[in-house]
């Protein structure tokens, strides 16, 4: 997943500190790049680093002072470099992008016919999606035009921040998939992904980019290049995971969303535990919602060490992350000997690094575990972003557990998606089994987009059903 933030300073308004502040404040998003550009009334600027082993503070600290001018964007990225500085005949701009281009291979053939366009921007996973969005920009003949040709040419999902000398075009998806937020400060004004990049820097939300909207923001205020379209399709996973507590989008909390995803599996069932605890880090609130309504003690069996495994280190080979998962939780004898202990969790997906904290717990003499994912069983691999930390769809627990009791992949998966089947029933406690579980209930598909309190229809939750939106 990837993240990004811009700046728009007036006379009096910083740029480099928010936009390095302000960028760093998506390092949970991020795995494996980091970048920040500017303009200074002349010159681009431009700087990239690899964060795959470092926080992205330890480092940029030192490029900040280097970067001048009122306007810069940066960017938490999955894999690839970016912000890009793009020289066409729209003129000299930078680029960054969030999202997940699924038919980049076909795009790239079709910009090949031309016979006048190349990429420069190649890594190991191929063509770098931001050019490639940049690259179909510039078939058109104003950013208006070549924004509304690359949205409707992308498959997935892209959200863009676009410098110019004269200002910042913000884009968001043609779907609504991830959000994009302006704020308004005295300093000036500040795009966003994550409002919690705003409160400490000053900035106020200003409004909410609706689906495949597009603004230009300069000093002078915020122009509407492009209308909101009416479908949205925003990703329900902001609330339930990988979104950053203290953040709004479509004016809704995640914390607080949390709580009620928590609250609503408490409400259906009354069960005789010691305690309730949440899996670090997301799943905590989703616990505390669940003490708070069961009326049950919540507490910390095991306790997460942060100050060197920060959340952007996410080691991509299997046996290293799965090392490091461990290294930073720290199980704490004394709360889990002879306790039966009710755990929320976000939600499963591979199950893996799960089913080894909780047989570490047992070791430690916990006498029942119970879990309670916050979302349905995950069923279908994201098409739309680049969230999801499992490469293939096979890897999921669900789908581990289906080829265990089909014996091949080419079974119907529809009849496990259905809640009240008998396929689903023996998917969910095969998975129980396997895990080493007390008991496991998965929250309703239902009660989790009440808790999130969009309508149903707002939010994507393809990888639950496979229900592909458009």
């Known amino acids: 997943m990837s993240g990004f933030f811009g700046v728009l300073s007036n006379s009096n308004g910083p740029c480099a500190t928010h936009l390095f502040y302000g960028t760093d404040y998506h390092s949970h998003l991020g795995t494996k790049r980091g970048g920040l550009a500017t303009f200074n009334g002349s010159t681009f600027s431009r700087v990239i680093h690899d964060i795959s082993n470092a926080q992205f503070r330890s480092k940029f600290d030192e490029d900040v002072g280097k970067l001048k001018g009122k306007i810069g964007i940066g960017v938490i990225s999955d894999f690839e470099d970016q912000p890009l500085i793009i020289g066409s005949h729209l003129g000299i701009y930078a680029i ?83 959000p994009v937020i302006i704020g308004k400060g005295e300093g000036g004004y500040a795009v966003t992904m994550e409002t919690c990049a705003f409160y400490n820097l000053g900035y106020v939300v200003e409004r909410e980019l609706g689906p495949g909207e597009a603004v230009f923001i300069t000093n002078d205020g915020i122009e509407q290049i492009i209308e909101p379209r009416d479908n949205m399709q925003i990703c329900s996973f902001l609330w339930i995971y990988y979104g950053y507590p203290a953040s709004d989008y479509e004016n809704i909390n995640v914390e607080h969303s949390r709580y009620r995803c928590g609250a609503a599996l408490a409400a259906k069932e009354s069960l005789d535990v010691d305690f309730v605890a949440g899996i670090p880090d997301s799943g905590i609130a989703h616990a505390l919602g669940y003490a708070q309504k069961a009326g049950i003690s919540y507490s910390r069996p095991f306790v997460k060490y942060t100050p060197t495994w920060a959340r952007s280190f ?156 458009k």
Not at 400 to 408: M, T
């Open 96 to 178: 960054s992008t969030v999202g997940h281009i699924a038919n980049a291979n076909a795009l790239a053939k079709k910009v090949y016919k031309k016979n006048s366009v190349h990429f420069s921007e190649m890594s190991g996973k191929g063509i770098n999606p931001t050019e490639l969005t940049a690259v179909l920009i510039n078939q058109q003949e104003s950013f208006k035009e070549g924004i509304l040709y690359a949205q409707e040419q992308i498959e997935g999902s892209s959200s863009m921040l676009i410098m110019t000398p004269k200002g910042i075009y913000a884009v968001r998806d043609r779907l609504g998939r991830t």
């Open 314 to 469: 996410m080691p991509q080979n299997q046996s290293v992350r799965e090392l490091v998962a461990k290294m930073k939780l720290i199980p704490i004898k004394k709360l889990t000997s002879n306790k039966k202990i009710l755990f929320c969790d976000d939600s499963i997906v591979r199950g893996t690094q799960l089913k080894d904290t909780l047989q570490r717990l047992y070791d430690y003499g916990a006498k029942e575990i119970h879990m309670r994912p916050a979302c349905p069983p995950l069923l279908f691999g994201c098409k739309f972003l680049n969230f999801s930390r499992s490469k293939s769809e096979m890897d999921l627990a669900t789908r581990k557990v289906i080829r265990q009791i089909e014996g091949n992949n080419n079974c119907s998966i529809e009849k496990y998606t259905d809640e009240n089947s008998d396929q689903y029933n023996l998917m969910i406690e095969t998975i129980r089994k396997n895990m080493g579980l007390t008991s496991l209930i998965y929250q309703k598909l239902d009660d989790m987009t009440e808790a999130i309190n969009l309508p149903a229809e707002k939010l994507c939750t393809y990888c639950w059903n496979g229900c592909e939106k």
